[in-house]
């Protein structure tokens, strides 16, 4: 049974801080792993999706990278900003989305 | 793009009501999901459709819950009777299709209260 499990659950940095976000899972026979973000009182947001032959994706100042063999991602997010605070999702598919927990994320002014 | 549109946004009801949420896909989108989300559970699948034909229903906790896609761009999920432990917030989300590079596009959700 797969299990995502994302770590930290929450996170608070000063604007500008550049900092790394991470998802781990159990099964790798995944389709793809997706990042989404969710600001409160919304739906989800597709942020990133990466196959499961690709290595990583890129978009703006967001980074995410895919190990499948240690079942592992990461999303790096480059110069913060207030902007950013909301909850990170990540997600992997396999013949269906599972979800983590998330990390909420707080950045300072 | 309208992007997909779920109704109510809140509802609140009583224990024992007849509970309907509603959700209009994205046009051309062959695949339709409905999720939960609790704070103590995160966000778990419910159900979902892949060209109007239920896949999946494992996640459909109870015979209370019920879902059907009447049309390629409309799905509904009732709850019957309703249950204070049903309190969550429902989203729905679809897709061009399942297992690809393609995301899933999720609406606002709807946040569902029974007393």
């Known amino acids: 049974k797969q299990e995502v499990t994302q770590i930290p659950a929450a996170l608070s940095v000063p604007e500008g801080e550049n900092l790394v976000l991470n998802c781990s899972f159990t099964d790798s026979a995944i389709y793809n792993l997706q990042w989404f973000r969710q600001d409160p009182g919304k739906g989800l947001t597709s942020l990133l999706l990466i196959q499961s032959s690709q290595r990583e994706q890129t978009s703006g100042r967001l980074n995410a990278s895919l190990d499948k063999s240690s079942g592992r991602s990461t999303l790096y997010i480059a110069a913060s900003q207030p902007g950013d605070s909301a909850t990170y999702l990540c997600a992997v598919e396999g013949y269906k989305l599972i979800f983590g927990s998330g990390t909420r994320l707080l950045v300072r002014p | 793009d309208a992007g997909v549109i779920q109704s109510p946004r809140h509802e609140v009801t009583e224990m024992g009501q007849e509970v309907t949420l509603r959700c209009k896909l994205i046009?051309?989108?062959?695949?339709l999901f409905w999720y939960r989300q609790t704070m103590m559970r995160g966000l778990e699948l419910l159900i979902y459709f892949n060209n109007n034909v239920p896949i999946d229903d494992s996640g459909m906790p109870e015979d209370r819950f019920s879902a059907k896609m009447p049309n390629a761009s409309f799905s509904t999920l009732k709850i019957q009777p309703s249950e204070p432990r049903d309190s969550a917030v429902y989203f729905c989300?679809?897709?061009?299709?399942?297992?690809?590079?393609?995301?899933?596009?999720f609406g606002d959700g709807t946040r569902l209260s029974i007393l």
């Open positions: 046009s051309g989108h062959n695949s």
């Open positions: 989300a679809s897709s061009l299709s399942i297992g690809s590079d393609q995301p899933q596009h």
